[in-house]
């Protein structure tokens, strides 16, 4: 009997901490999307299921936000992960001057998200920044323009700015995870003759595995409701070539005052995000790793 | 393969520093050649009265010192709460723990936008609203979910035999915890501080929406200060955002040392 | 390391049960409160000064004030109010007023107009603009009306003798203009506040001001206003305007005037602010807005003013407040700071500059053929249109995925349908 209730001793004080500041309010919010609710007049008239059915007949936008929503995710994802994951192997396997570069490398992580959104807003400005012209040499336009307004090719300013900003999160997961895994274990399978990439593929991968599993999941969930960036840079435009889920339940909530329905798209992408959280979940419930 | 190491490096520096030097540079700038200079390397005529606007006229100190604040406090409360529930994930199966784990990871996956109103509406209960206090309360609840799920990671990497080792020769469970386990998830440990205290330094929205008072604001909500209707003062904007770096970066460089820390050998012999 | 954590969770419980209990938010809740949304760092030292006098007047009275920094200002002030937190004075602006009034927030200051005596020359337009259906809910401290700045600098350059009178030569200034290197004609005002230029382009070629006839249906289903659309579609379209105005929100467009990218802004004299202090004064000056083919041009007005909050228990002392905000000399230093077209009107010439800058703002106040365009604020989704749906479809249209008479249409059979839905309730 006494075992069955230790484990919740430990989590206790957590769960306190999440029951009322985070989950209370979550009900709340989703309880919103089935109100017709204005914030400003306080009234609420219960409207069922009306307007999920809305976002099923007639939100042309939201199906626009859908497809971007993928695509900012996918690809922020992707170059964060890749570039991620190479810097912090060669932060592992060390090299001269490494005590200082390091902090360095993490600084994208402590910008606030909409000072991001305005730096590199400036990057891709023709008149204040040297991107465009960048562009320009390496062949990818005849003029320096701003890639903002151009809504083929707009999403890829905030996606850069995120991956900037996203690199140094999992540098620092990853290299946590690469450090911990004892030394012991290489010099037992360089013995065995396993070394170099093989050592990585069969040691390595597997035993950092769990790291990489949350940090894919925690990071696409938070690049999915990631409104900022793509808000301070193009606000949705130009004409929803970037409007992402997350922005547009933004502009629904504060800009429509519409609550009802924000908090509807909300659940929707929700449920999205559960689908892909459990998938992963089920895949990390395949490798618990003991050594 | 090594060849290519230190290219990756200074790849890796350029672009991450480049658009700070860049901010760097138009902090520097006078306002009458913000534009009229925007793409050279380095302005013809550099000024400092940016830096001395924010640091003298304006109230950043106070927001920064709100900010450590806030920060710190949330980093070392969810640190604390996370090393223990994040072992409790880790060590036991027990009844409702799936449940438990799914209930954790919805809470990431709302906008938080959404919550911003009820979460104001309680606050407001406890007269927190408008309160540093109010900050450190949310920013906890909300970074709790992500760094347990990342102890446990952590402590599912640490071999539970060691803790084993340890009760049977007669210490508690906590102690065990304390003495043999934690130190070899240092590493884990730093990553958690670091990562929390970065999530609550560059916290925008919750700050804007509940601090009105100029005493509890932290210094993102600050900086939006310089953008009124009329313009943008970004000049002023990128020196905040230089001095805002520093205090990260130094505490970066504190806690580095924890990340780099590994396992210490004989670990499984003794 | 146990213990050393414990206390730490200790201490920090205690200070936040400090905060909870003790403290009283530097603000006295028998005071009254006043909100701000427009704020600037300067002007607040203005309001505050003005405020210290109310106090000096009213021996009892004292006010706070909070700031709220515009961007978030609409989203920060519902919260407070659904949060129980409500001012007792706040400053409206035109295109909220409508969703306040509906939810009932906003008090009827109808009597209190009634009863308090304003300078004879005040703007008799003043208290109508103020008000939805019969009630007052606001009172204007000023207008902010739109007219042309220009760059003479460039105009020069490009052999531009003199600034467009019409619509025609507002096409082909720009058209000009554009040919110099870097540079081109206008500052398209793309982004999220631009509507009120597509606004006045289409009244102005339609020839009214009227938003919608009799019966409720709008007048952007004219000709006129399908001209209006096709001809800064073309501006742009034929590089008339940068290529990045696209997205152009206010900064842009006021940064893109005084770095020289474009030659042509369409603005309030509060950008003059601003501008003067990154341009040489020498190269800035203005004219009213360009005629259109029926020799008229309808300019946007928009204004903030004072409202009072329905549910403040302190009502008369708010009245009061507003009263004292709006005598003559505080307004006339209010509006003087903010370039606003004062609302007494014999104080609009020592309020714009004479001489060229503030030339545009004065000669449309005061040459008939130009006549204000309100907006129809008193739709309560006029807010949400303005800065979504026409920012949206605009954009849409500029890039050719929409024709202006499509465009046209669909924002036509919104507002018909809005107003039409007002009409209804409101017979």
């Given at each position: 009997?006494?075992k069955?209730?230790e ?46 059915l ?13 497809v ?8 922020s ?8 994951l ?8 060390g ?13 994208p ?11 590199w807003v ?19 336009m ?11 090719h707009a ?17 620092i ?13 290489f010099?037992?399978?360089s013995m ?8 990585f ?14 940090t ?28 992402i ?17 924000a ?25 618990k790793?003991?050594? | ?21 860049w ?11 913000l ?14 009265d ?8 304006g ?20 640190t ?15 009844q ?16 938080i ?29 909300f ?8 102890m446990q990671?952590?402590?599912d ?11 049977i ?20 440990i ?8 970065t ?10 929406m ?8 932290t210094?993102?909500a ?10 943008v ?20 460089a ?12 004989g670990?499984?012999k003794g | ?14 200070f ?35 405020l210290?006098?109310?106090?000096a ?16 200002a ?8 659904a ?7 706040i400053?409206?602006?035109?295109f ?8 009932g927030?906003i008090?009827?200051m ?13 703007e ?23 007219a ?10 490009a ?18 203009i554009?040919e ?6 206008y500052?398209?005002?793309g982004?999220?506040g ?9 009244t ?24 209006g ?13 940068p290529?990045?105005s ?21 603005q309030t ?8 202090q ?14 259109g ?5 309808f300019?946007?007005l ?5 409202s009072v ?19 003559r ?11 606003l ?9 020592e309020?714009?500059?004479?001489g ?8 449309s ?8 365009m ?7 989704d006029?807010?949400?249109f ?7 479809s ?5 890039l050719?995925?929409?024709t ?24």
């Amino acid at each position: 009997m006494i075992k069955s209730f230790e484990p919740w001793l430990y989590l206790a004080p957590m769960l306190l901490f999440i029951l009322l500041l985070v989950l209370v309010p979550l009900v709340t919010g989703i309880s919103y999307a089935f109100y017709n609710f204005d914030l400003i007049s306080g009234t609420r008239d219960f409207v069922g299921f009306d307007q999920f059915l809305r976002i099923l007949s007639e939100d042309e936008i939201f199906l626009t936000s859908l497809v971007n929503t993928l695509f900012w995710t996918s690809a922020s994802l992707f170059f964060q992960f890749t570039l991620g994951l190479a810097l912090a192997l060669l932060l592992h396997n060390g090299f001269r001057g490494i005590k200082f570069i390091q902090p360095v490398l993490f600084v994208p992580w402590a910008v606030p998200s909409f000072l991001i959104g305005l730096m590199w807003v400036w990057m891709f400005n023709p008149v204040t920044g040297p991107l465009p012209y960048l562009f320009e040499w390496l062949g990818f336009m005849d003029i320096p323009e701003n890639i903002l307004s151009d809504p083929d090719h707009a999403m890829w300013g905030p996606i850069t700015a995120n991956v900037w900003f996203g690199i140094p999160f999992f540098t620092i997961m990853l290299l946590a995870a690469l450090r911990s895994i004892p030394k012991e274990i290489f010099e037992a399978a360089s013995m065995d003759g396993i070394s170099g990439l093989k050592a990585f593929r069969h040691i390595t991968v597997p035993l950092i595995a769990p790291t990489i599993i949350i940090t894919l999941m925690m990071r696409a969930i938070w690049i999915a409701n990631f409104a900022e960036i793509i808000i301070v840079m193009t606000n949705g435009g130009p004409a929803n070539s970037t409007q992402i889920v997350a922005t547009y339940i933004y502009d629904t909530a504060y800009q429509k005052m519409d609550f009802g329905y924000a908090s509807v798209l909300s659940i929707a992408l929700l449920f999205m995000l559960m689908i892909y959280g459990f998938t992963l979940g089920h895949i990390r419930r395949k490798m618990k790793v003991y050594i | 393969m090594k060849i290519l190491k230190y290219p990756f490096i200074i790849g890796f520096l350029t672009f991450t520093l480049f658009p700070v030097f860049w901010m760097f540079k138009i902090s520097i700038t006078p306002d009458r050649l913000l534009y009229s200079e925007g793409i050279v390397a380095w302005p013809s005529n550099i000024t400092w009265d940016h830096y001395y606007a924010v640091l003298v006229e304006g109230s950043f100190p106070d927001y920064f010192l709100n900010s450590f604040i806030v920060s710190i406090t949330t980093a070392a409360l969810v640190t604390i709460f996370a090393v223990l529930g994040g072992y409790a994930l880790s060590r036991f199966h027990f009844q409702g723990k799936v449940t438990l784990l799914i209930i954790l990871l919805l809470t990431q996956m709302f906008p938080i936008v959404m919550v911003i109103a009820p979460i104001y509406n309680v606050l407001t209960y406890i007269n927190l609203v408008d309160s540093i206090s109010g900050l450190i309360l949310v920013y906890t609840a909300f970074n709790l979910p992500f760094a347990c799920f990342l102890m446990q990671s952590f402590y599912d990497g640490t071999p539970m035999e060691l803790e084993e080792a340890a009760m049977i020769d007669g210490c508690t469970r906590l102690q065990a915890l304390e003495k043999v386990t934690l130190p070899l998830c240092l590493p884990g440990i730093g990553a958690t501080l670091g990562f929390v205290f970065t999530a609550a330094w560059s916290e925008l929205l919750f700050a804007l929406m509940f601090i009105s008072r100029q005493s509890q604001m932290t210094f993102p909500a600050g900086i939006m200060n310089f953008v009124t209707k009329f313009s943008v003062d970004w000049g002023q904007m990128a020196a905040a955002m230089i001095l805002a770096l520093i205090p990260v970066c130094l505490f970066f460089a504190y806690i580095q040392k924890f990340i780099v820390q590994g396992l210490t050998a004989g670990a499984l012999k003794g | 390391m146990i213990r050393a954590a414990f206390s730490f969770v200790i201490v920090v419980l205690g200070f936040v049960a400090w905060q909870a209990f003790f403290d009283d938010k530097d603000r006295d809740p028998n005071n009254l409160l006043i909100v701000e949304v427009n704020t600037s760092a300067d002007r607040t030292g203005l309001l505050r000064a003005q405020l210290d006098r109310f106090e000096a007047d009213n021996p009892g009275l004292k006010v706070d004030v909070i700031s709220l920094s515009w961007g978030q200002a609409f989203e920060k002030l519902s919260m407070m109010v659904a949060g129980g937190q409500i001012p007792d004075v706040i400053e409206m602006p035109d295109f909220w007023l409508a969703r306040y009034v509906s939810a009932g927030q906003i008090a009827d200051m109808s009597d209190f107009v009634a009863n308090t005596g304003f300078d004879d020359d005040i703007e008799p337009d003043t208290f109508k603009y103020g008000s939805i259906g019969d009630k007052i809910y606001t009172i204007p401290y000023g207008y902010y009306l739109r007219a042309l700045l220009y760059n003479k600098k460039l105009f020069a350059r490009a052999g531009i003798e003199k600034p467009p009178l019409t619509m025609d030569e507002l096409y082909q200034t720009a058209a000009k203009i554009s040919e110099l290197p870097g540079v081109s004609g206008y500052c398209h005002h793309g982004g999220r506040g631009g509507a009120v230029f597509y606004y006045w382009i289409m009244t102005t070629m339609n020839g009214s001001n009227a938003f919608f006839d009799a019966e409720g249906n709008s007048t952007f289903y004219n000709q006129g206003a399908i001209d209006g659309l096709t001809l800064i579609r073309d501006i742009y379209k034929n590089g008339y305007a940068p290529q990045d105005s696209l997205n152009w929100g206010f900064n842009e467009t006021v940064s893109g005037f005084y770095s020289e990218t474009c030659a042509m802004l369409h603005q309030t004299p509060d950008a003059l602010n601003g501008l003067r202090q990154r341009m040489d004064e020498g190269d800035i000056a203005s004219i009213p807005m360009p005629l259109g083919p029926s020799g008229k041009s309808f300019p946007h007005l928009g204004y903030i003013g004072w409202s009072v909050f329905e549910q403040s228990p302190k009502k008369e002392a708010a009245f009061k407040l507003v009263e004292h905000l709006l005598k003559r000399e505080n307004h006339q230093e209010w509006a003087t700071r903010a370039g606003l077209v004062p609302i007494y009107s014999e104080l609009a010439s020592e309020i714009f500059d004479q001489g060229e800058i503030g030339a545009g703002w004065l000669q449309s106040t005061q040459d008939d053929r130009w006549d204000y365009m309100i907006n129809p604020n008193h739709l309560s989704d006029i807010a949400e249109f303005d800065s979504i749906q026409v920012v949206q479809s605009g954009q849409a249209m500029m890039l050719g995925e929409k024709t202006p008479e499509e465009t046209a249409k669909m924002w036509a059979d919104f507002l018909t349908a809005s107003q039409k839905r007002w009409l209804n309730n409101h017979d």
